[in-house]
């Protein structure tokens, strides 16, 4: 069965790092683009990072460029977030999600459990 198990998620404090993985399994995790989301209390989920299953140029939000990276290793079915800088309003429920467009207008879309990152002195 598709399973998505995410880690790394914790206190740190502002200006802090975190890692957070994604191991996929159940599925050809080579095929699907991966994608981080988050949702802060009381706000909308919101993308925060995309990679391509070949693993390209990430997309981010405007809020993250240039202080978090995306990162796949196709060989280990895990997709990371290196979150550097990290500020109070990153805090949320980060959220990973394997998608991929199948045929006959079939879309196959799995997601995580989340994993709550709290940004705080």
């Known amino acids: 069965q598709v399973q998505l198990a995410e880690s790394g998620g914790g206190l740190v404090q502002p200006g802090g790092s975190l890692r957070l993985s994604c191991a996929g399994s159940g599925f050809t995790f080579s095929s699907y683009t991966m994608s981080w989301y988050r949702q802060a209390l009381g706000k909308e989920r919101e993308l925060v990072a995309r990679?391509?299953?070949?693993?390209?140029?990430?997309n981010y939000a405007d809020s993250v460029k240039g202080r978090f990276t995306a990162s796949r290793d196709n060989a280990k079915n895990t997709v990371y977030l290196q979150m550097n800088s990290l500020k109070p309003e990153d805090t949320a429920v980060y959220y990973c999600?394997?998608?991929?467009?199948?045929?006959?207008?079939?879309?196959?879309?799995?997601w995580g459990q989340g994993t709550q990152v709290t940004v705080s002195s």
């Open positions: 999600n394997a998608g991929r467009n199948g045929g006959l207008g079939r879309k196959y879309d799995y």
């Open positions: 990679i391509t299953s070949l693993g390209g140029i990430p």
